[in-house]
């Protein structure tokens, strides 16, 4: 199955979580933040969403930073993604 995003929703999947610190400490399972990076997979097509006119800027394949508490988490054959809007995206990663 595949995600196609709707108007300006994009879809992210996470890069995973650091398991050890710059110490050289593992972390526990529980002790890990959500991490804030993803990677973009699919792009909506943007154009009027609710009145105001939107271009799209980010691209599939690039490395972005995302709100915290942003999105909805999707499950679809066993792998985990988040949709968010683009307004969620706080910056892209080069």
């Given at each position: 199955?595949?995600?196609?995003?709707?108007?300006?929703?994009?879809?992210?999947?996470?890069?995973?979580?650091?398991?050890?610190?710059?110490?050289?400490?593992?972390?526990?399972?529980?002790?890990?933040?959500?991490?804030?990076?993803?990677?973009?997979?699919?792009?909506?097509?943007?154009?009027?969403?609710?009145?105001?006119?939107?271009?799209?800027?980010?691209?599939?394949?690039?490395?972005?930073?995302?709100?915290?508490?942003?999105?909805?988490?999707?499950?679809?054959?066993?792998?985990?993604?988040?949709?968010?809007r683009q307004?969620?995206?706080?910056?892209?990663?080069?």
């Amino acid at each position: 199955m595949k995600i196609m995003p709707l108007g300006d929703r994009v879809v992210i999947q996470n890069v995973g979580a650091e398991e050890q610190t710059k110490g050289g400490l593992y972390l526990a399972t529980t002790a890990k933040e959500k991490p804030q990076m993803a990677v973009v997979l699919a792009v909506g097509p943007g154009g009027n969403v609710d009145g105001k006119e939107i271009t799209m800027h980010v691209k599939e394949g690039q490395k972005v930073i995302y709100s915290k508490y942003a999105g909805t988490e999707v499950k679809l054959d066993g792998e985990e993604y988040i949709l968010v809007r683009q307004s969620d995206i706080l910056a892209v990663v080069e």
